[in-house]
């Protein structure tokens, strides 16, 4: 048992994975515990740090209830990674500048996406009649997508923030490809738009919420449904996303190396996701906000930062969290004090050896401002095993 503390100031417990808990982060997770549908008790995983009303990093297992903030503005974010059949030795610093240099020009990143002629329209053809049926009952929904209703043309990009794709090693030397990612603006838009739903109930109702951003959506409420529908939406969306952006960053890889197989299936997981599971004897809702789905036997994947080791991992099936675990180092600061604290060139000697930007663009993504993810992986060694130790040799930045 490696729980560090458990808060038993709410309604519920609190089973914390860590003993290194911010004030506000803490205080996050004592919100959450005194919501009346909450379900046995709240886990935080060893990442755990202040977000949006719901601390990330937070398993929050709900009875008949959703609250859309938890899940977030960005439905499905989650991993992919592919092991290859390239060696270290077959790599070297040219071709990896090219292979940067190509992904840099086949995935767009940031705010950009595909041209119309280069839209990947095939994928993106299944999800077109659901979302059609969607903002029918929601025309409002239009407007909230706004510069973002392209969802066509977003398929297969990455994306900004702490969004990123990599080559990396593994510990015996074979190249594999990882990638983060989410579903985009689309996704972004749906959920802000059905967080506000959520509040707009709670002012109806008169409902006295310790924190504005845990506005909730009850079963059989006007929303309930229509949010379940569009959440499942853009979380099968965020999926499709990454495996189309797989294929362009192999065949980036294709183009400038050596051939190669994928030689094994690859692993593709959210951590930013609500979903129906059954825990302790009963159906509930599981929100997994900075967190991923760790049953026994499910592979995961929990990054470092830019600069440090990754890990595939098997889950152990651990009830007390859920059957879940950490989905990465965690921030230890925000943006904002990153950027006052580092440099570029602290970036640069923090990513020595590392193929990316070192510039001011990407300051606040220094891995000074993470934690330890080595620490994070000790801290939660009855949740998962480690299968592979990944370290980037590649990253490209949203």
Same mark, same amino acid.
């Given at each position: 048992? #490696?729980?560090?503390?458990?808060?038993?100031?709410?309604?519920?417990?609190?089973?914390?994975? #860590?003993?290194?808990?911010?004030?506000?982060?803490?205080?996050?997770?004592?919100?959450?515990?005194?919501?009346?549908?909450?379900?046995?008790?709240?886990?935080?995983?060893? $990442?755990?740090? =202040?977000?949006?009303?719901? #601390?990330?990093?937070?398993?929050?297992?709900?009875?008949?209830?959703?609250?859309?903030?938890?899940?977030?503005?960005?439905?499905?974010?989650?991993?992919?990674?592919?092991? =290859?059949?390239?060696?270290?030795?077959?790599?070297?610093?040219? @071709?990896?500048?090219?292979?940067?240099?190509?992904?840099?020009?086949?995935?767009?990143?940031?705010?950009?996406?595909?041209?119309?002629?280069?839209?990947?329209?095939?994928?993106?053809?299944?999800?077109?009649?659901?979302?059609?049926?969607?903002?029918?009952?929601?025309?409002?929904?239009?407007?909230?997508?706004?510069?973002?209703?392209?969802?066509?043309?977003?398929?297969? =990009?990455?994306?900004?923030?702490?969004?990123?794709?990599?080559?990396?090693? $593994?510990?015996?030397? *074979?190249?594999?490809?990882?990638?983060?990612?989410?579903?985009?603006?689309?996704?972004?838009?749906?959920?802000?738009?059905?967080?506000?739903?959520?509040?707009?109930?709670?002012?109806?109702?008169?409902?006295?919420?310790?924190? *504005?951003?845990?506005?909730?959506?009850?079963?059989?409420?006007?929303?309930?449904? $229509?949010?379940?529908?569009?959440?499942?939406?853009?979380?099968?969306? @965020?999926?499709?996303?990454?495996?189309?952006?797989?294929?362009?960053?192999?065949?980036?890889?294709?183009?400038?190396?050596?051939?190669?197989?994928?030689?094994?299936?690859?692993?593709?997981?959210?951590?930013?996701?609500?979903?129906?599971?059954?825990?302790?004897?009963?159906?509930?809702?599981? #929100?997994?906000?900075?967190?991923?789905?760790?049953?026994?036997? $499910?592979?995961?994947?929990?990054?470092?930062?830019?600069?440090?080791?990754?890990?595939?991992?098997?889950?152990?099936?651990?009830?007390?969290?859920?059957?879940?675990?950490?989905?990465? @180092?965690?921030?230890?600061?925000?943006?904002?004090?990153?950027?006052?604290?580092?440099?570029?060139?602290?970036?640069?000697?923090?990513?020595?050896?590392?193929?990316?930007?070192?510039?001011?663009?990407?300051?606040?993504?220094?891995?000074? @401002?993470?934690?330890?993810?080595?620490?994070?992986?000790?801290?939660?060694?009855?949740?998962?095993?480690?299968?592979? =130790?990944?370290?980037?040799?590649?990253?490209?930045?949203?």
């Amino acid at each position: 048992m #490696t729980i560090k503390q458990v808060i038993t100031e709410g309604e519920k417990p609190v089973k914390v994975w #860590t003993e290194e808990l911010d004030a506000r982060s803490r205080e996050q997770l004592v919100n959450l515990s005194k919501l009346p549908f909450i379900h046995r008790h709240v886990a935080a995983m060893p $990442d755990v740090h =202040t977000g949006i009303g719901a #601390t990330i990093g937070s398993v929050i297992a709900t009875d008949r209830a959703i609250i859309p903030a938890a899940v977030g503005v960005d439905i499905g974010c989650g991993m992919a990674a592919a092991r =290859t059949s390239l060696r270290a030795e077959q790599l070297d610093e040219r @071709a990896l500048k090219k292979v940067f240099d190509q992904i840099s020009r086949d995935v767009p990143v940031g705010r950009s996406q595909h041209t119309d002629a280069r839209a990947l329209s095939e994928a993106a053809t299944p999800f077109a009649a659901p979302l059609a049926a969607l903002t029918e009952k929601h025309p409002q929904l239009l407007k909230a997508f706004g510069r973002f209703s392209n969802w066509i043309n977003q398929i297969g =990009t990455l994306g900004g923030g702490n969004h990123f794709i990599e080559v990396c090693l $593994d510990e015996s030397g *074979r190249v594999w490809v990882m990638l983060h990612s989410g579903s985009r603006g689309i996704g972004n838009a749906i959920g802000h738009y059905f967080i506000e739903l959520a509040r707009r109930d709670m002012e109806r109702w008169m409902i006295q919420l310790p924190d *504005r951003d845990l506005a909730y959506l009850p079963e059989g409420s006007e929303h309930f449904d $229509d949010y379940v529908a569009a959440v499942s939406w853009a979380q099968a969306y @965020a999926r499709e996303n990454r495996e189309q952006m797989m294929a362009l960053v192999l065949a980036a890889l294709a183009r400038h190396l050596p051939a190669f197989s994928v030689t094994e299936a690859v692993v593709n997981c959210h951590h930013n996701y609500v979903e129906r599971e059954h825990h302790f004897g009963s159906n509930v809702w599981v #929100t997994r906000k900075g967190a991923i789905r760790a049953r026994e036997g $499910d592979l995961g994947i929990i990054p470092g930062s830019m600069g440090a080791r990754s890990y595939i991992v098997r889950g152990k099936g651990n009830p007390e969290s859920f059957c879940s675990s950490a989905h990465g @180092a965690g921030r230890r600061m925000s943006r904002t004090a990153a950027e006052k604290q580092f440099t570029p060139a602290d970036l640069a000697a923090q990513t020595q050896g590392v193929i990316c930007r070192k510039d001011k663009g990407v300051l606040d993504e220094i891995p000074g @401002a993470y934690k330890d993810i080595d620490q994070v992986m000790a801290n939660q060694a009855d949740l998962v095993e480690v299968v592979h =130790t990944l370290k980037q040799v590649v990253c490209v930045k949203g």
